[in-house]
């Protein structure tokens, strides 16, 4: 995102291992005007697929997007059994923050934003408790609280995704929202809800990882950045970070220094996917670099 | 360990907390003319016990070991209902390394041995498998090795325990040593057997941990230095270090990287166990710094 | 800072080592009914010097500061020629932030403190450009625009000071401030003025040291707190941290990547000092943890 | 390195950036039947300048070496106007390791060596000083002491260049070799000489970088692994690791802390070079992953 890749397409695909695939792709781009600005490309000899990330320059590009798929189909895709996502990255992405009490990512994320770091939009603020309201009134975005219990929950998800819907939302951001997500909203949006945990998963998935790591005396804590999935703490993991604690820091003080971990290993994850440099398959992510 | 320590001793004690007992043992040493050169101390208040450790120069000091159990015990240790160790640092430590197949922690041990980096004795090497003898022979030590079945692993071991005492063992090294070892011997060497763990414990417990790191597709892998305790990757964990991965790593990579992080997070809890930094309560570990 | 070290106190000392200090300050605490939570010390052997912070719970101690200054004087100053400063924990420390045209730090300051996470009073704004005052006025804070030419620094920054000391400021924190700040302004706040420098000191001090980085190839690059002193770019260090960098990275991402350093090592620097966990001594800090 | 790698062959290539590069080579490689099995490119943007790494099995490749050179020269490199080098892999390289006292580097890389995780052939040891003879005769390599003082340096160093060429030497380690290298052996092996620096350079480059890093009072001490050139610790820098260290840490603990990086940081450097992964520019280095 931001200015320089205004005029940029990137496509993300993946197929079975063959030789000349890169050979193909460049041609085929090469062919149509494309000026390449990266390429990276990762073959996982082991599932014998191959994964491939191109950027170029739509400047003096000759294929539109529908002209794109079509060409693309003809020429690559069907030969090769590629899956594909193309994206055009001019338009920015359209992102809703699910938060509940605590606010340091929440302040984190919109603070990007405010400041034009990350060029995106973020049409509103999703909660299940009143509590953070004022932070998103400062900064001048509607808050939506939607109280949940398990009575209530589908029909207030389904409200949410009527919302999120209504928005045209790209992508869901998972910012310390202390409620499971159901699977109706999950499939609503797969592959584009990113949560943060506050732990290295999988150690510590579930509910109060800090007292979890303190009972066990760890020496690192971590944080993770995940798609979410409907198996919890269990989705393709795009980023992880540590830091170092010692027996001196009691649960309060493991909860103080990770949530300076969460805010910048939740923000690394979404950037990632703004950049489109994240690839799924079967539970792990590719993430190029 | 190492020259500039060889006339001190250390003092490890941990105790209900109660105001002044800094005061008391630091009276006690001053009256007995130690110069203490290193103390630190630490309360959990969640337990409400206190720790500390105390080092001092031997130079001055009035009371030999037997002198000194008797006058800490009346002095501090019954008023305040201190457990506590004495170490002089002088000895240097036995050490026994338990090795398998792999070789990296062995010679990384054996080098900051051999080079007169830690002030340590290694009287012997203990495997289940013929293939370090050669590495054992270039460094001169004996080398001992026990096949183990289900069915002689009890007559094994008893045979490793008695050949672990008659050499004066103080400290058993579990140097990437393949085999799960007994209550029996776990009991003869109460928190003085040192494991490495090829993963940021508690996840990837058990065999296998990059299989399983590969397959979960984190993004960094760990290694974990803990006291061994009859739970199965469970004791308490000394030191812990992790280190950044992509998806362009193969398990064989993950192998690979994580062999350097296991060296090092062995040496390091090796290393603190030393120089008496350590101590065990409730399943956790102080680490003095 | 925070709730519960509301009703505390602080001791920070160093004196020339000698046998019996620690006994000495302890005997003398417990003397006055102070409940010790946390005592570190430290010797530095090289120089001959020994520090010491306590910390001690307020609540039936029986002395206020003007009674503690002599009694401490009297017991123990005098004696072990110690130089010593006491910091009852209760009153917030108050902040002036100095900013440019950069936010990242400063909204990160400002979340930390609107959030709570931080105990601390921000009176005021102080920048050399009028671009950051949106922010300030979001946060309902006053912002102080001062445009220093060289012909109006002296005068500016008179000014400046004025309103540092009508405001009570404790604390000046230098977040992103493009400008070199002079000797007067350093006087007047001598060890109270925290600059954060986006590069691992010594290496690339000055101007542009993103590019400077990027031009030397290194594979890290850093951020580092310091106490601000009138050599430029060298007081003692507080906090550093570093992230790794490949050739990938244009002087853009370094800077992109190095904003997140900046704000996490600012923040902990500043945190170290609200805890009163730093002693400045012949150009380097002792940080007690 | 290493078995999988054993019939594979590396191009390292730079050249103008220009469309149609990658298309190009991999339709090249593909025509003469190469399965490529890993291609990273790289487009310096600010230089104008484009560099690949691409490796590709042998079994079915229809060039040898000769063949491979001329075919390529008129198909691509006259065109583009690249510099390239082409490595068949199944050769392993042969380093000479340059010691003088201190041993830690050096077990480390005869051990990674002796163990088979490196395939790499060390055909001699060279050094200043009779110290770590011992070590090489233990581990059956030959060990040649060339004893340097300002009047015999360029004699001898003669004499060294001349044993390591006679010794068909590709790469020489400066694993801890405390002398500087004059220009006539640097330009005997250009970009073949690796050393470790015990700094994260550019801070304190030149000599006692562990006193200088204590005087400094830094919170982080590093290690730099550089190619050598004319310029004193000014090489590119190929890789550099830190570890956190605190005010207890005096320059003897700085050292030992230092140490353990110092081999980490010096295997990886190499390992990057026996990988063919490293490319140099202009005093910087592509590091391929």
């Known amino acids: 995102m931001g200015g320089p890749n205004a005029q940029t397409a990137t496509l993300l695909m993946h197929c079975p291992d063959r030789p000349g695939v890169v050979a193909a792709v460049t041609r085929f781009l090469a062919g149509h005007g494309a000026n390449i600005i990266d390429l990276d490309q990762h073959v996982d000899r082991a599932e014998g697929v191959f ?24 020429a690559i895709a069907d030969d090769f059994q590629a899956t594909w996502q193309l ?6 992405l359209r992102m809703a923050l699910f938060v509940s009490k605590m606010s340091h990512c929440l302040y984190d994320l919109l603070s990007r934003w ?33 109280a949940i219990t398990p009575e209530t929950k589908a029909e207030q998800e389904a409200r949410e995704i009527a919302l999120l819907e209504e928005n045209g939302i790209d992508l869901v951001i998972l910012a310390r ?14 592959q584009r809800i990113i949560n943060i945990h506050h732990s290295f998963l999988p150690a510590f998935a579930g509910a109060k990882p800090y007292h979890a790591a303190h009972a066990r005396g760890v020496k690192i804590i ?18 992880q970070d540590v830091t170092r604690i010692t027996h001196r820091d009691s649960v309060g003080e493991l909860v103080r220094k990770g949530q300076d971990l969460e805010k910048l290993v939740l923000a690394r994850g979404v950037w990632a996917h703004l950049q489109r440099q994240t690839l799924v398959y079967r539970n792990r992510t590719i993430v190029f670099s």
């Open 51 to 74: 994964f491939m990330r191109v950027k170029w320059e739509l400047d003096g590009f000759g294929l539109d997007t529908a002209g794109f798929g079509a060409a693309f189909e003809s």
């Open 87 to 92: 994206h055009h990255d001019a338009r920015p």
């Open 114 to 146: 405010q400041s034009g770091e990350w060029r995106v939009e973020i049409p509103l603020i999703i909660s299940n408790h009143e509590t953070l309201r004022p932070v998103a009134e400062q900064f001048g975005l509607p808050f939506h609280c939607f």
């Open 177 to 190: 929202y202390m409620q499971i997500v159901s699977p109706q909203l999950i499939n609503a949006f797969p």
């Open 222 to 239: 971590g944080a993770t950045s995940h798609y979410v999935t409907e198996d919890l703490d269990a989705g393709p993991i795009i980023e």
